[in-house]
């Protein structure tokens, strides 16, 4: 007679959401080159073989600045101002008044347009879901005018459509309301959903507390550091998958 242990059927999945910054598009490359054509200019101090340490900084964000900038505490530009005074004072920097923080900005801004790129495995990564049956898009903490134009840029925006930003919903993740109105748009059931994103506290974790099925993205050299929770080990604990790269994804829809 059976004892009562039998198989409980898996979960069949049937769409996948994505992360954008550091997921589908290298973010961090296009940090890197923003930052150094705003060192060259207004850190002359700091000498091009430390930008790799100015942009561990820049992305560490000890201050969780922008943290608090999805929570609704500050707007997006002083989050970036405090980011930048930060900054400044790190690597002693001149005081920025208000002018030069925006002509700061702005040249930041236009190097760091220039430079988004997709990663190799993020195409052909959504093309396989698509062809999988499955539904797809993305969410967003940053701000959506600026997610739509990175994603038509890197040829992302007919695959992983942006169906979630902080300032189209009102609040960010981890919150686990972002997740499941992603969810409602995408037409899936949560536990029905993937979401995979870079940061194991923000996407991993709040997607699998909102009842995804939570995986967080762990490449080679793309840990922030500082403050962020980057345990592997703590995550597999907690049932969130761990890949190094999308070409591993497959294999959890399959």
């Known amino acids: 007679m059976p004892d009562g242990g039998a198989d409980v059927p898996r979960t069949v999945i049937r769409g996948v959401l994505f992360d954008i910054d550091d ?36 992305r560490a964000d000890t201050g969780r600045y922008y943290q608090a900038f999805t929570r609704g505490e500050i707007g ?12 400044h004072e790190v690597y002693d920097g001149a005081t920025l008044d208000d002018a030069t923080f925006l002509r700061w900005n702005e040249r930041y801004d ?35 005018a600026m997610q ?30 972002v997740f499941l109105e992603a969810c409602r748009l995408l037409g899936t059931a949560p536990e029905e959903t993937i979401y995979v994103g870079d940061e194991l506290d923000t996407d991993g974790r709040g997607a699998q507390r909102a009842g995804l099925r939570g995986v ?24 969130i998958a761990v890949i190094g790269g999308l070409g591993e994804l497959p294999a959890l829809w399959s």
């Open 23 to 58: 997921t589908l598009v290298d973010t961090r490359s296009a940090f890197a080159a923003a930052l150094g054509e705003v060192a060259a200019e207004f850190l002359p101090g700091v000498p091009p073989e430390d930008y790799p340490r100015l942009l561990a900084t820049w």
């Open 216 to 239: 967080w993205l762990d490449r080679p050299g793309g840990r922030r550091g500082g403050p962020h929770d980057e345990d592997p080990a703590g995550a597999a604990a907690e049932g």
């Open 76 to 87: 997006h530009l002083d989050q970036r101002r405090a980011r930048v005074d930060q900054l």
């Open 148 to 177: 739509r134009v990175k994603l038509a840029v890197t040829g992302l925006d007919g695959l992983a459509p942006l169906l979630v930003s902080l300032d189209t919903f009102g609040v960010g993740k981890p919150d686990p309301r």
């Open 110 to 144: 236009e190097a760091f347009e220039r430079a988004w790129t997709a990663f190799d495995d993020a195409v052909p990564t959504v093309t396989a879901a698509r062809r999988a049956g499955l539904r797809t898009g993305s969410l967003s903490n940053a701000l959506a």
